[in-house]
Protein backbone atom coordinates (compact mmCIF):
# COMPACT_ATOMS: atom_id res chain seq x y z
CA UNK A 1 0.00 0.00 0.00
CA UNK A 2 0.95 3.38 0.25
CA UNK A 3 1.05 6.53 2.68
CA UNK A 4 1.39 9.85 2.78
CA UNK A 5 2.63 12.49 5.19
CA UNK A 6 1.42 16.16 4.61
CA UNK A 7 1.38 18.93 7.09
CA UNK A 8 -2.46 19.52 8.04
CA UNK A 9 -2.17 23.56 8.18
CA UNK A 10 0.23 26.15 6.99
CA UNK A 11 -0.41 29.89 7.59
CA UNK A 12 1.52 32.46 5.40
CA UNK A 13 1.33 36.49 4.58
CA UNK A 14 0.42 37.35 1.08
CA UNK A 15 3.57 37.92 -0.98
CA UNK A 16 5.52 35.99 0.84
CA UNK A 17 7.08 32.39 -0.30
CA UNK A 18 5.57 29.38 1.42
CA UNK A 19 6.70 25.16 1.04
CA UNK A 20 4.56 22.09 1.36
CA UNK A 21 5.93 18.76 1.86
CA UNK A 22 5.00 15.60 1.60
CA UNK A 23 6.79 12.55 2.37
CA UNK A 24 5.37 9.12 1.05
CA UNK A 25 5.63 5.38 1.53
CA UNK A 26 5.16 3.11 -1.57
CA UNK A 27 5.97 -0.17 -2.84
CA UNK A 28 6.84 1.24 -6.21
CA UNK A 29 6.84 4.90 -7.25
CA UNK A 30 5.33 6.53 -10.62
CA UNK A 31 5.12 10.26 -9.88
CA UNK A 32 4.11 12.38 -7.50
CA UNK A 33 1.46 14.92 -8.36
CA UNK A 34 -0.02 17.76 -6.35
CA UNK A 35 -3.71 18.92 -6.64
CA UNK A 36 -5.57 22.24 -5.35
CA UNK A 37 -8.66 22.20 -3.84
CA UNK A 38 -10.72 25.47 -2.92
CA UNK A 39 -13.13 25.22 -0.15
CA UNK A 40 -16.40 23.99 -2.10
CA UNK A 41 -14.65 23.18 -5.20
CA UNK A 42 -12.68 20.29 -6.90
CA UNK A 43 -9.38 19.17 -6.86
CA UNK A 44 -7.51 20.84 -9.75
CA UNK A 45 -4.06 19.12 -11.28
CA UNK A 46 -0.95 21.89 -10.58
CA UNK A 47 2.30 19.84 -11.35
CA UNK A 48 3.76 16.07 -11.81
CA UNK A 49 7.11 15.04 -10.76
CA UNK A 50 8.19 11.48 -12.12
CA UNK A 51 12.03 12.56 -12.09
CA UNK A 52 14.12 14.06 -9.26
CA UNK A 53 14.57 17.67 -9.77
CA UNK A 54 12.39 20.71 -9.89
CA UNK A 55 9.75 21.77 -11.93
CA UNK A 56 8.70 25.11 -12.65
CA UNK A 57 4.97 26.27 -13.68
CA UNK A 58 4.42 29.95 -12.70
CA UNK A 59 4.28 30.74 -9.11
CA UNK A 60 4.14 27.05 -8.30
CA UNK A 61 7.43 24.79 -8.51
CA UNK A 62 7.06 21.55 -7.24
CA UNK A 63 10.15 19.66 -6.40
CA UNK A 64 11.13 15.73 -5.92
CA UNK A 65 13.79 13.45 -4.20
CA UNK A 66 13.19 10.03 -5.23
CA UNK A 67 15.48 8.86 -2.88
CA UNK A 68 14.50 10.79 0.02
CA UNK A 69 10.55 9.43 -1.08
CA UNK A 70 10.00 13.10 -0.58
CA UNK A 71 8.48 15.92 -2.65
CA UNK A 72 7.65 19.76 -2.10
CA UNK A 73 4.90 22.17 -3.59
CA UNK A 74 6.80 25.92 -3.43
CA UNK A 75 4.21 28.91 -3.86
CA UNK A 76 5.77 32.00 -4.42
CA UNK A 77 4.01 35.82 -4.61
CA UNK A 78 1.50 34.40 -2.31
CA UNK A 79 -1.79 35.59 -3.49
CA UNK A 80 -4.84 35.90 -1.07
CA UNK A 81 -6.81 33.72 -3.86
CA UNK A 82 -4.03 30.64 -3.01
CA UNK A 83 -5.60 30.53 -0.16
CA UNK A 84 -7.07 26.35 -0.24
CA UNK A 85 -5.99 22.97 0.23
CA UNK A 86 -3.25 21.40 -1.64
CA UNK A 87 -3.02 17.55 -1.57
CA UNK A 88 0.13 15.37 -2.94
CA UNK A 89 -0.81 12.45 -4.54
CA UNK A 90 1.42 9.18 -5.63
CA UNK A 91 1.13 6.13 -7.75
CA UNK A 92 3.30 3.13 -7.14
CA UNK A 93 2.52 1.82 -10.82
CA UNK A 94 1.93 2.58 -14.40
CA UNK A 95 -1.61 1.21 -13.41
CA UNK A 96 -2.41 2.17 -10.08
CA UNK A 97 -4.94 4.59 -9.25
CA UNK A 98 -3.68 8.15 -7.60
CA UNK A 99 -3.87 7.88 -3.39
CA UNK A 100 -3.83 10.89 -2.39
CA UNK A 101 -2.68 12.41 0.85
CA UNK A 102 -4.90 14.14 3.89
CA UNK A 103 -4.29 17.68 2.74
CA UNK A 104 -2.36 20.82 3.63
CA UNK A 105 -4.73 23.66 4.27
CA UNK A 106 -3.17 27.27 3.66
CA UNK A 107 -4.18 30.52 4.55
CA UNK A 108 -2.74 33.04 3.22
CA UNK A 109 -3.12 36.63 5.40
CA UNK A 110 -2.77 40.28 4.88
CA UNK B 1 -11.89 24.44 -22.74
CA UNK B 2 -13.16 21.27 -22.33
CA UNK B 3 -14.15 20.24 -18.59
CA UNK B 4 -15.51 17.21 -16.84
CA UNK B 5 -19.90 17.26 -15.72
CA UNK B 6 -21.29 16.28 -13.18
CA UNK B 7 -24.90 16.01 -12.37
CA UNK B 8 -26.89 16.53 -10.25
CA UNK B 9 -25.03 18.62 -8.09
CA UNK B 10 -26.61 17.91 -4.64
CA UNK B 11 -28.94 14.81 -4.51
CA UNK B 12 -30.71 14.20 -0.77
CA UNK B 13 -31.41 10.45 -0.68
CA UNK B 14 -33.20 8.19 2.04
CA UNK B 15 -31.04 5.40 3.34
CA UNK B 16 -31.89 2.23 1.43
CA UNK B 17 -32.65 4.14 -1.78
CA UNK B 18 -30.72 3.63 -5.27
CA UNK B 19 -28.36 6.84 -6.65
CA UNK B 20 -27.37 6.86 -9.88
CA UNK B 21 -24.46 9.95 -10.19
CA UNK B 22 -23.68 10.72 -13.70
CA UNK B 23 -20.89 12.07 -14.95
CA UNK B 24 -19.44 13.38 -18.83
CA UNK B 25 -15.81 13.13 -19.07
CA UNK B 26 -13.69 14.96 -21.55
CA UNK B 27 -14.57 13.82 -24.75
CA UNK B 28 -11.21 12.66 -25.89
CA UNK B 29 -9.97 10.97 -22.52
CA UNK B 30 -9.63 7.20 -21.90
CA UNK B 31 -9.59 7.28 -18.60
CA UNK B 32 -12.34 7.47 -16.22
CA UNK B 33 -12.75 7.85 -12.58
CA UNK B 34 -14.92 7.83 -9.29
CA UNK B 35 -13.87 9.31 -6.09
CA UNK B 36 -15.44 10.37 -2.79
CA UNK B 37 -14.71 13.26 -0.18
CA UNK B 38 -16.39 13.01 3.31
CA UNK B 39 -16.69 16.54 4.46
CA UNK B 40 -13.29 17.89 5.91
CA UNK B 41 -11.05 14.65 4.98
CA UNK B 42 -8.86 14.09 1.55
CA UNK B 43 -10.02 12.37 -1.38
CA UNK B 44 -10.43 8.81 -1.53
CA UNK B 45 -10.29 6.67 -4.76
CA UNK B 46 -13.18 4.54 -5.69
CA UNK B 47 -13.03 3.17 -9.21
CA UNK B 48 -11.31 3.52 -11.96
CA UNK B 49 -12.74 2.49 -15.97
CA UNK B 50 -10.60 2.09 -18.93
CA UNK B 51 -11.76 0.45 -21.96
CA UNK B 52 -15.21 -0.16 -20.96
CA UNK B 53 -14.14 -2.07 -17.73
CA UNK B 54 -13.08 -1.74 -14.73
CA UNK B 55 -9.42 -1.59 -14.59
CA UNK B 56 -8.89 -0.91 -10.95
CA UNK B 57 -11.55 -0.86 -7.42
CA UNK B 58 -10.35 0.42 -3.98
CA UNK B 59 -11.73 -1.46 -0.52
CA UNK B 60 -14.91 1.21 -0.49
CA UNK B 61 -16.34 0.28 -3.80
CA UNK B 62 -18.39 -2.93 -2.65
CA UNK B 63 -21.21 -4.94 -4.12
CA UNK B 64 -23.41 -2.00 -3.84
CA UNK B 65 -21.28 -0.10 -5.77
CA UNK B 66 -21.19 -0.19 -9.88
CA UNK B 67 -20.21 1.70 -13.01
CA UNK B 68 -21.13 2.02 -16.02
CA UNK B 69 -20.66 4.16 -19.32
CA UNK B 70 -24.16 3.44 -21.73
CA UNK B 71 -23.22 5.01 -24.41
CA UNK B 72 -19.93 7.12 -25.79
CA UNK B 73 -20.37 10.23 -23.69
CA UNK B 74 -21.58 9.29 -19.87
CA UNK B 75 -20.10 7.67 -17.19
CA UNK B 76 -22.06 6.73 -14.49
CA UNK B 77 -21.98 5.59 -10.33
CA UNK B 78 -24.33 3.79 -8.97
CA UNK B 79 -25.52 3.07 -5.35
CA UNK B 80 -27.71 0.22 -4.86
CA UNK B 81 -28.57 0.48 -0.95
CA UNK B 82 -27.54 3.92 0.31
CA UNK B 83 -26.22 4.15 3.92
CA UNK B 84 -25.40 6.83 5.96
CA UNK B 85 -22.09 6.57 5.72
CA UNK B 86 -22.37 6.98 2.01
CA UNK B 87 -22.61 10.67 2.23
CA UNK B 88 -20.02 12.70 0.66
CA UNK B 89 -19.02 14.34 -2.16
CA UNK B 90 -18.41 12.16 -5.18
CA UNK B 91 -15.87 13.20 -7.97
CA UNK B 92 -15.88 12.12 -11.05
CA UNK B 93 -12.55 12.35 -13.06
CA UNK B 94 -11.09 11.88 -16.11
CA UNK B 95 -7.39 11.50 -18.08
CA UNK B 96 -6.07 11.13 -21.37
CA UNK B 97 -3.56 8.49 -22.32
CA UNK B 98 -0.41 8.73 -20.95
CA UNK B 99 -0.99 11.38 -18.70
CA UNK B 100 -3.09 9.05 -16.32
CA UNK B 101 -0.90 11.55 -13.41
CA UNK B 102 -3.04 14.75 -14.67
CA UNK B 103 -6.41 14.22 -14.04
CA UNK B 104 -9.61 16.85 -14.29
CA UNK B 105 -12.39 16.80 -12.24
CA UNK B 106 -15.40 17.37 -12.46
CA UNK B 107 -17.51 20.10 -9.72
CA UNK B 108 -18.77 16.88 -7.61
CA UNK B 109 -21.87 16.16 -6.33
CA UNK B 110 -22.83 16.34 -3.28
CA UNK B 111 -24.61 13.13 -1.77
CA UNK B 112 -26.40 13.75 1.40
CA UNK B 113 -28.25 10.16 3.13
CA UNK B 114 -31.08 10.88 5.54
Known amino acids: GQSLEQPSEVTAVEGAIVQINCTYQ??????LSWYQQHDGGAPTFLSY????GLEETGRFSSFLSRSDSYGYLLLQELQMKDSASYFC???????????FGKGTRLSVIA | EPEVTQTPSHQVTQMGQEVILRCVPI?????FYWYRQILGQKVEFLVS????????KSEIFDDQFSVERPDGSNFTLKIRSTKLEDSAMYFC????????????FGPGTRLTVT
Open chain 2, 93 to 104: ASSGRGTIYEQY
Open chain 1, 26 to 31: TSGFYG
Open chain 1, 49 to 52: NALD
Open chain 1, 89 to 99: AVRDSGNTPLV
Open chain 2, 27 to 31: SNHLY
Open chain 2, 49 to 56: FYNNEISE
